[in-house]
């Protein structure tokens, strides 16, 4: 299953600018996850979004869930070009059998142009 | 200093032939799992682990095995490697609290089967 899309599927801005993606998804969850990954290499988690919160930041970061619509949105504010990377969300089952289930999205690859 | 390693980091094999690709983590999370990573198609789940002796499925299973005899190493095992098993594949752990929480990745493990 497609759980957990992403869009958009590339982003392009400049320096200084606000950056958001958004993950949807289709099943119960227990937590929403991001994570970062700069080119084939090992994905860094960025932050943890629980089923119960609406809201979470992290320095520049800021995750919004909304589990009526069964998405998340992450914005990065004032970007820089070290932010160049593919951002992931990744959703945990919220129970049953499958309650150690992660699954990931199909990322979105932001670009920011210095 | 705290981190999930993965060997080899690269290979490549033929078809069929058996080969392992280790993952140890020195953190003592109960939480382990391994995803493969395909262009377009962002990490899927192979397997998981909850804890010692309790594996189970991911969305991507076919073709792989895996054993969870000790809490820190979590083997994956390809009996019989075919070419669309050429990947990269990452190693993730974690604490298991409210939920999963945060994994730390390996490397990656790029593997090309021919």
């Known amino acids: 299953s497609q759980q957990g899309e992403e869009d958009p599927q590339a982003l392009s801005i400049q320096e200084g600018e606000n950056a958001t993606m958004n993950c949807s998804y289709k099943?119960?969850?227990?937590?929403l996850q991001w994570y970062r990954q700069n080119s084939g290499r090992g994905l860094v988690h960025l932050i943890l979004i629980r089923s119960n919160e609406r809201e979470k930041h992290s320095g520049r970061l800021r995750v919004t869930l909304d589990t009526s619509k069964k998405s998340s949105s992450l914005l990065i504010t004032a970007s820089r070009a070290a932010d160049t990377a593919s951002y992931f969300c990744a959703t945990q089952n919220a129970g049953g059998t499958s309650y150690g289930k992660l699954t990931f999205g199909q990322g979105t690859i932001l670009t920011v142009h210095p | 200093e705290a981190q999930v390693t993965q060997n080899p980091r690269y290979l490549i094999t033929v078809t069929g032939k058996k080969l392992t690709v280790t993952c140890s983590q020195n953190?003592?999370?109960?939480?382990m799992s391994w995803y493969r990573q395909d262009p377009g198609l962002g990490l899927r789940q192979i397997y998981y682990?909850?804890?010692?002796?309790?594996?189970d499925k991911g969305d991507v299973p076919e073709g792989y095995k895996v054993s969870r005899k000790e809490k820190r190493n979590f083997p994956l095992i390809l009996e019989s490697p075919s070419p669309n098993q050429t990947s990269l594949y990452f190693c993730?752990?974690?604490?298991?609290?409210?939920?999963?929480?945060?994994?730390?990745f390996g490397p990656g493990t790029r593997l090309t089967v021919l």
């Open positions: 993730a752990s974690s604490f298991v609290g409210a939920g999963v929480d945060e994994q730390f």
């Open positions: 099943t119960s969850i227990n937590n």
């Open positions: 682990s909850m804890n010692v002796e309790v594996t």
């Open positions: 953190m003592n999370h109960e939480y």
